[in-house]
Nanobody, 125 residues
Framework: QLVESGGGLVQAGDSLSVSCAAS????????MGWFRQAPGKEREFVAG????????TYSDSVKGRFTISKDNAKNTAYLQMNSLTPEDTAVYYC????????????????????WGQGTQVTVSS
């Protein structure tokens, strides 16, 4: 089970960190990803981190502003979001993929096995 938390309402330019706590499985064996879905739009990839934590990938729209990480000891993944804009408003979902590959980052939502319920992030102008 994956449970996101930390979403909320912020102003443009603010920062926000969302978390994804895993239970029932150890994320040390998983690559993790963050996706988002805005109203009327398809779910899109935001950021991914490899099983080892040594590789990360970001969408062009968030590169340089967002940082993904995973803490295996806390069994939690994080997404630090800086310089938020109204275009970042969406429901943010974390996802996990069991993998034997330490440095592969998956960007296709179809490749992920487990999903959280999502957390709303709203950025006002």
């Amino acid at each position: 089970q994956l449970v996101e938390s930390g979403g909320g309402l912020v102003q443009a330019g603010d920062s926000l960190s969302v978390s994804c706590a895993a239970s029932g499985r150890a994320i040390i064996n998983y690559g993790m990803g963050w996706f988002r879905q805005a109203p009327g739009k398809e779910r899109e990839f935001v950021a991914g981190v490899s099983r080892s934590g040594g590789s990360t990938t970001y969408s062009d729209s968030v590169k340089g502003r967002f940082t993904i990480s995973k803490d295996n000891a806390k069994n939690t993944a994080y997404l630090q979001m800086n310089s938020l804009t109204p275009e970042d408003t969406a429901v943010y979902y974390c996802a996990a993929k069991s993998t034997i590959y330490s440095y592969t980052v998956l960007t296709d939502s179809a490749n992920y096995d487990y999903w959280g319920q999502g957390t709303q992030v709203t950025v006002s102008s």
